[in-house]
């Protein structure tokens, strides 16, 4: 057998590609080249330090930030891959909140604090132009029985939850529109272990539930080797070294990888 | 007959850039032909290269040079030059992989946990619960266990769970990374009926088995691993694999 | 040149209606923008009026604008001709413009209020002047303006949506009465001003061209004659307006939003209507039908 005589499956076409991204503030590198794809239902973990640029990018990917240079290709839902660098703003925030989740770090950002837990969940539906008052509210409930709120909360507000709870509260709220990608910037930052435990175990189910495809920025290893298929390495602005989360933390090849995979404590 | 795992000219080193720039030749073009029904058992001193080369064989470990040809759906493809995707949708379907050691994922019980390769490969999750009790039942898992999730189990336990995982998937390939290491007699004679049912079915395997007793009963044929460790200057010893590895995040 | 222009008043040299002519362009102008793009808010150059913000300084100015020597003024405060802030700025103007003034709706070309559209229905040709304090409908919901102009630019009122989801689910209705959000012309949501929601359903193809200004926050907005004015709802709970078990203590009427006043330190009180003019019309209309039912009885005797 010769290598030519090898054949691979049709690739699926990428959900998300990225080329040549790049983005400074002023002389300070954000990111630098960045390229990659991902396709439907697959998890990509972007690990480094603080500073190495991961929040930066995934800001550009969210469109929350305009990069540099490079270009962003989306596979939308009826229209094929699409530039969302060239989509119009309406266009972009549209694809933001219904084909997409944001999951931020501190639940503050991406929830409403004065809003009831089911006037959360509701909003992406209404805001696509739900109007029956019965259907948002057991739709929003079906989600709070999947991120694990009990139903006697429904009507509180997110205030007086716990971070756990926020956290999980937003996932819903993202999740409800059935997204194709949901980016998320340290999920289980801020939480205690234990909830952290199950923040990971609940997203991991709904992710390969939903066959979400998601993009998930952290410093936490653990979180990674958890929830990611892939997982890519940044550190000052480039990616150095990336492939199968267990082949990067099982044999790390690059220095700083090496070093990262080497410092974590062993339990 | 297609031969379903053929690795050509397998290289491996390991750089370890934390210690100094160390270099760790572990083995050097190594070619390895498994047939189906065969059970190939990877043999050679402690250190010598073994479970590196089974993890490479699962592109868990990234060789440096050389090719593994495995059959996949039809088509042969390079695991070491496939797109990670595509190592996922194999590992998924065609190569399983049974490690020493349990990976527990938090809250999710011992029978989602032996269910879950069989759901993802399609199969309707009342019938992969109901084959995950059969192999529980096998492998001597109190019943009143499965509920529960195994970070608690003990090591023998957490390993029959992990076993019981591995085989529920009637894999082409099948890598078992010391299978019987910390089991009793009696489940022994499970894991080696359990692999001469997967060899009967046509299952390609490649295994370390230290018990001498389970290699005589399912391997076909020794693999000598550990030329390239014995000619070179220094030994990658477990101890620094696992320095190296560190990364066994819980 | 504007119609106004050189209309100087008699006797202390102010200009007529208050505003120079240029300001009085500048604000015609965002008036027909406003027009124009129904519900959208005109950021205008507002000006310091001889009143504080608050008490109807951009509804003074959107009428300062408005009105010629011809026209005829009526000012309501939560429909009432004769409160305090009615009384003032109505004198403001007969002040500055010597235009007539009118407690009657039927006669008014004009009309400016606070908080009430009056109950007897508008005609083509006149002009309702609503003053606002916070044109913003999104403004609880989102605090930035550049984001609330965004929301307003791209339709995304989903948000104004879950604040009436916030009712039902505390309260088990819309419990919103006043300053209810609507969307006009089938585009942009717009605050009708404080007027109970009671009013909203008479702002829907009005014939009369409704102006709204607000004097601290400096945007004008409009409904042109004839155009479509929604109430935001949901399928299962419909906008509904107020009703009272009652009729209005003076005038009887079962269709007029009703004021309640308390009459004495002991917790008695009565119900009456809102807008003035509406009533005292009814009791006149009454009382002469009395008095023309009493002369023809008289006569029999």
């Keep these: 057998m010769t290598t030519s005589a090898l054949r691979k499956p049709a690739p699926r076409p990428p959900l998300l590609e990225v080329s040549g991204l790049s983005k400074s503030y002023g002389t300070q590198i954000g990111c630098r ?7 439907p239902g697959e998890v990509l973990g972007i690990v480094g330090e603080s500073g190495s640029g991961k929040s930066t990018l995934l800001a550009c990917l969210s469109g929350r930030l305009q990069p540099d240079t490079g270009s962003i290709t989306y596979d939308m839902q009826g229209r094929g891959p699409v530039d969302i660098l060239t989509l119009s703003e309406p266009e972009r925030r549209r694809l933001a909140r219904t084909d997409w989740g944001i999951v931020h770090q501190n639940p503050r950002d991406g929830l409403r604090l004065d809003v009831s837990a089911g006037g959360n969940i509701g909003e992406r539906p209404m805001a696509i132009g739900a109007r029956h008052y019965g259907d948002i509210r057991s739709e929003a409930q079906d989600w709070l029985k999947k ?30 529109t059935r997204p194709r990608l949901v980016f998320m910037d ?63 933390l099982d044999d790390p090849h690059h220095p700083y990888t090496q070093l990262l995979v080497s410092s974590v404590l062993q339990v | 007959m297609t031969i379903p795992l053929h690795a050509k000219g397998l290289t491996k080193t390991f750089t370890l850039h934390t210690q100094g720039g160390i270099i760790l030749p572990v083995f050097d073009t190594i070619e390895l032909t498994v047939r189906a029904g065969e059970c190939v058992c990877l043999h050679g001193p402690s250190g010598a290269g073994k479970s590196t080369l089974l993890r490479s064989l699962y592109a868990n470990y990234k060789p440096d040079a050389g090719q593994i040809l495995v059959e996949h759906g039809g088509q042969t493809i390079d695991l070491l030059a496939a797109e990670p995707w595509e190592v996922v949708e194999i590992r998924r379907s065609t190569i399983g992989y049974v490690s020493q050691f349990l990976r527990v994922i938090p809250r999710v019980a011992a029978l989602d946990v032996v269910a879950e390769p069989a759901i993802s ?61 910390s089991l009793d007699a009696a489940n022994r004679q499970t894991v080696v009926e359990l692999i001469r049912e997967a060899k009967a079915r046509g299952t390609a395997v490649v295994g370390i088995f230290h ?20 000619s070179a200057v220094v030994s990658p010893s477990k101890t620094d694999e696992r320095a190296l590895v560190g990364a066994l995040v819980a | 040149m504007s119609p106004t222009a050189a209309l100087v008043h008699k006797d202390d040299g102010y200009n007529f209606a208050y505003l120079d002519e240029q300001t009085k362009r500048m604000i015609r102008r965002s008036l027909l923008k406003a027009l124009s793009i129904p519900g959208y808010q005109v950021p205008f150059g507002g000006r310091e009026m001889p009143l504080a913000y608050g008490w109807g300084t951009g509804g003074i100015q959107v009428t300062a604008s408005v009105i010629g020597p011809d026209d005829v003024l009526k000012v309501i405060d939560q429909g009432a001709d004769d409160t305090t802030n009615a009384v003032s700025i109505r004198r403001f103007f007969q002040t500055v413009c010597d235009v007539a003034v009118t407690e009657s709706t039927a ?34 919901i989102e605090p930035r303006e550049t984001e609330t102009r965004k929301m307003h630019a791209y339709a995304e009122y989903g948000a104004m949506q879950v604040t009436l989801y916030e009712d039902v689910a505390h309260f088990g209705r819309i419990a919103k009465t006043y300053d209810y959000p609507a969307v006009i012309n089938g585009r942009h949501l717009m605050s009708p001003s404080p007027i109970p929601k009671f009013d909203n359903p008479k702002m829907e193809m009005n014939p009369a061209i409704q102006l709204f200004g607000a004097g601290r926050e400096k945007r004008i907005y409009a409904v042109p004659p004839y155009t479509s004015v929604r ?48 009533c005292n019309t009814r009791q006149a209309e009454a009382a002469a039908a009395k008095a023309a039912v009493d002369k023809v009885s008289g006569e029999e005797a």
């Design chain 2, 121 to 181: 490969n399609g199969m309707p999750a009342e019938e992969a619960k109901a084959l995950a009790e059969t192999l529980l039942t096998r492998v001597r898992i109190p019943e009143r266990l499965w509920s529960l999730a195994p970070a608690t189990f003990s090591g023998g336990e957490q390993q029959r769970v992990n076993i019981a995982r591995g085989f529920i998937v009637d894999y082409p390939i099948l890598l078992l990374d010391e299978p019987t290491a």
């Design chain 1, 33 to 39: 080249d960045i390229s990659f794809a991902i396709r």
């Design chain 3, 107 to 140: 006669e008014a070309t004009v009309v400016q209020t606070r908080h009430r559209v009056p109950e007897t229905p508008l005609k083509e040709g006149q002009v309702l002047v609503y003053q606002v304090p916070q044109p913003e409908p999104l403004k609880k």
């Design chain 2, 211 to 230: 018990d001498e007793e389970v290699r005589n009963a399912v391997a076909d044929r020794l693999f000598e691993v550990g030329r390239a460790a014995e």
């Design chain 3, 231 to 278: 109430s935001l709802d949901f399928d299962d709970h419909p906008f509904e307006v107020q009703t009272w078990k009652g009729s209005c203590a003076l005038c009887g009427s079962t269709t007029s939003y009703l004021d309640e006043v308390i009459t004495d330190d002991r917790g008695s009180r009565m119900f009456v209507c809102s807008d003035t003019d509406f």
């Design chain 1, 186 to 248: 340290e999920p289980t930052g801020g939480l205690d272990v234990s909830v952290q435990a199950r923040l990971l175990d609940l997203l991991r189910g709904l992710v390969r539930e939903l066959g979400i495809a998601a993009i998930i920025v952290t410093h936490d290893l653990a979180v990674v080797r958890l929830l990611a298929d892939r997982l890519m390495v940044m550190q000052r602005g480039r990616v150095i070294e990336e492939g199968l989360t267990d082949q990067v």
């Design chain 1, 147 to 176: 991120v694990e709120i009990d139903l006697s909360r429904t009507d509180d507000k997110p205030r007086t939850f716990s971070g756990g709870m926020q956290q999980r509260l937003q996932i819903a709220r993202n999740l409800v």
